[in-house]
Nanobody, 116 residues
Framework: QVQLVESGGGLVQAGGSLRLSCAAS????????MGWYRQAPGKQRERVAI???????NYADSVKGRFTISRDSARRTVYLQMNSLKYEDTAVYYC??????????WGQGTQVTVSS
């Protein structure tokens, strides 16, 4: 059984920083892409950042220059360093892992709240 365990969410003031972590465990055919998505109240889930097995990164325009995604493939862990946080970054953040054969896994979500 595959599990994605997220950590690092919390409450922070605007302008502050948080670092999210997500560790994958269980039987996963080789991981291709790891990423972070978020969903704010009343809004659809949106992609925040993804990183491929080759290290290519893609960010949502709203977080470019403020967030950095990284991964430790040996530990099957993905990180999201979030700096200069804004009120509008408040959301539940979900970790996602996509295997090379298209298996799609999601974490349980971690709340990030930015106070203005």
């Amino acid at each position: 059984q595959v599990q994605l365990v997220e950590s690092g969410g919390g409450l922070v003031q605007a302008g502050g920083s948080l670092r999210l972590s997500c560790a994958a465990s269980g039987s996963i055919v080789r991981i291709n892409t790891m990423g972070w998505y978020r969903q704010a109240p009343g809004k659809q889930r949106e992609r925040v950042a993804i990183i491929t097995s080759g290290g290519n990164r893609n960010y949502a325009d709203s977080v470019k220059g403020r967030f950095t995604i990284s991964r430790d493939s040996a530990r099957r862990t993905v990180y999201l360093q979030m700096n200069s946080l804004k009120y509008e970054d408040t959301a539940v953040y979900y970790c996602n892992v996509l295997s090379i054969i298209g298996d799609d896994y999601w974490g349980q979500g971690t709340q990030v709240t930015v106070s203005s």
